[in-house]
């Protein structure tokens, strides 16, 4: 997707729909309302790139955030030897009814 958008008054979704689809595979395309901007309009495979890609920066943000709080649990000293804390977790499995 390039960086550019295409402005257009929205009779012309009534009147012009294959050019403006056909704008929107090149860059997003901007319907006017009285002038102004109300609406964007992107193609299919545009719209899923971005949903795709914003899935990814969230994933990766949360990601970063277990790290930050791992990092501040290290500071802190909120730290537990690794059989204790198996030891804690089969504990509480146990206790689980199923």
Do not use: W
């Amino acid at each position: 997707m390039k960086s550019a958008i295409s402005i257009r008054p929205s009779k012309d979704l009534r009147t012009n729909y294959a050019q403006i689809s056909a704008l929107s595979r090149e860059n997003p395309v901007a319907i006017t309302v009285n002038g102004k901007e109300d609406t964007v309009v992107l193609c299919h495979d545009d719209y899923v790139e971005q949903q795709n890609y914003i899935m990814e920066l969230e994933a990766r943000l949360a990601v970063y955030a277990h790290l930050a709080q791992a990092a501040d649990d290290l500071k802190l000293g909120r730290v537990q030897n690794m059989d204790d804390a198996f030891d804690d977790i089969l504990s509480e499995l146990d206790g689980l009814e199923l």
